[in-house]
Structures are given as structure tokens and as C-alpha cells.
């Protein structure tokens, strides 16, 4: 399936931890509080893939918008109001990119190869299963059905249905680490993995992909 991919990049540096911020400062801006934009509506959340992602790419500020995403970020530059307050400072945000794509996103008979950074694959329940696994190859697959998963996720919130079945590996995994993220601490994975998906570089998977997490990065000079 053919989707539209939007990525804006800012000419204004931002550091991992303050995505949330720069986050906040957008949706501040707004005339009016599209739900695209930050995924709830009263008391209610939006459970489903977001269309608006909220990152830092090679330091600088960054939005990736896919699907009605892209029409709807339209808002935020018809506001006008990109004076903004990303934590203590202020901002005032200058377009640096734009990059407009249409990305067939779908299964193939060859794999292709990516880096999974920030990624947080792991609920209470997972996580209890991932801390009595015996081996790392175990824990491996785990991880990789939790990121068939996330992938088929994706698929739905985009209205793709895959065809074929979707196949994951994971070829290199770094040590985990934690992050805290609206107050909870999470264990956060670094890791490369083939798959026979065709996935949009720097967009998200898995928990809070809208916060800069579970970001794709095409390996482009390995083939499967």
C-alpha cells in the first residue's frame, strides 16, 4: 500500500529527553487541538497508530507525519505561532526540510535490514516473561514477536493488510537500558533486524513511537 510520508526537520537542536517538550510546544501552538497531534481527546487516548511523530533527527527538531498526519500538520503551520517554550528556553522554530514521500509499504519475498532505535517493546507482562527467559537466544524471540507485532500494529493503524506473513530476526542486540517515560520507568532496546516488510525510514514502532521512540533507520547497504 502507498502511503504519503511527511518528515520536517527544524533548524533548531533538541536532545532526546526533550522530545516530549518540543511536543508539548507544538500542540501549545495550535488554534485549535487536532487529536492527531497529541492523541487524546478529554479523558479519552486514541489507541492507535500515531500519525504525528514528534523526534530529534541528527540533533535538530523534527516531526514525521504519515498518512492523515501529513494533511492534518498543515494546522500547526497555518497557526502561524512558531515562537515557542521547549523547557526553559525560547524558541523560535525555523523550517530547516521537508521531505515528501510516498512509501509502498508492504511484504516482499526479499528481507531488508534495519536499526530499531529507543525502541521500548516491553508491557509488565512481557516484561516478567523477558526476566525468566534462559537464554539470549530465547529472549531474542520474544523480542522478535514482539516486533512482528508492533509491525503489524503499524499495518492496521495505517489500514494495510499484509498479504503474506510478516518475518522478523534480529540480528544484533545491545544491551538494554532504562528510560523513564511520563514517570515510568521502561527498558529501552537498541537493535539491527532483518525483516520482509518495507518500512519509511524514521518512522516508529512499539510504545510511545510518537515520543521519539522505536525510531527505523534503513540499513541500505546489506541485502536479504
Not at 41 to 69: H, S, W
Not at 70 to 84: I, K, L, P, Y
Not at 149 to 165: A, C, H, P, R, V
Amino acid at each position: 500500500m502507498i502511503v504519503n510520508i511527511l518528515t520536517i526537520i527544524f533548524d533548531n537542536e533538541l536532545r532526546a529527553h526533550e522530545v516530549p517538550l518540543f511536543r508539548g510546544a507544538v500542540i501549545n501552538a495550535l488554534n485549535e487541538k487536532n487529536i492527531l497531534f497529541h492523541n487524546h481527546e478529554g479523558d479519552t487516548f486514541r489507541y492507535n497508530y500515531p500519525l504525528i511523530q514528534y523526534k530529534t533527527l541528527r540533533g535538530k527538531a523534527a516531526m514525521v507525519c504519515v498518512g492523515e498526519g501529513t494533511q492534518a500538520v498543515g494546522e500547526f503551520f497555518a497557526s502561524g505561532n512558531f515562537d515557542v517554550i521547549i523547557g526553559d528556553r525560547n524558541e523560535k522554530l525555523q523550517l530547516f526540510r521537508a521531505e515528501p514521500r510516498r512509501y509502498n509499504i508492504q511484504v516482499w519475498e526479499q528481507m531488508f535490514h534495519y536499526r530499531l532505535r529507543r525502541w521500548l517493546p516491553l508491557n509488565s507482562e512481557n516484561y516478567k516473561r523477558y526476566m525468566v527467559c534462559d537464554s539470549l537466544a530465547e529472549r531474542c524471540v520474544l523480542l522478535e514477536n514482539i516486533l512482528k507485532g508492533n509491525i503489524l500494529s503499524m499495518g492496521k493503524g495505517l489500514g494495510i493488510d499484509f498479504d503474506k506473513q510478516v518475518k522478523c530476526a534480529i540480528s544484533k542486540l545491545d544491551e538494554p537500558y532504562q528510560v523513564t517515560v511520563k514517570g515510568v520507568k521502561l527498558m529501552c532496546f537498541n537493535v539491527e533486524f532483518c525483516c520482509n516488510v518495507s518500512l519509511p525510514a524514521h518512522i516508529g514502532l512499539g510504545k510511545h513511537a510518537s515520543l521519539n521512540h522505536g525510531t527505523v533507520y534503513p540499513i541500505i547497504n546489506k541485502k536479504g
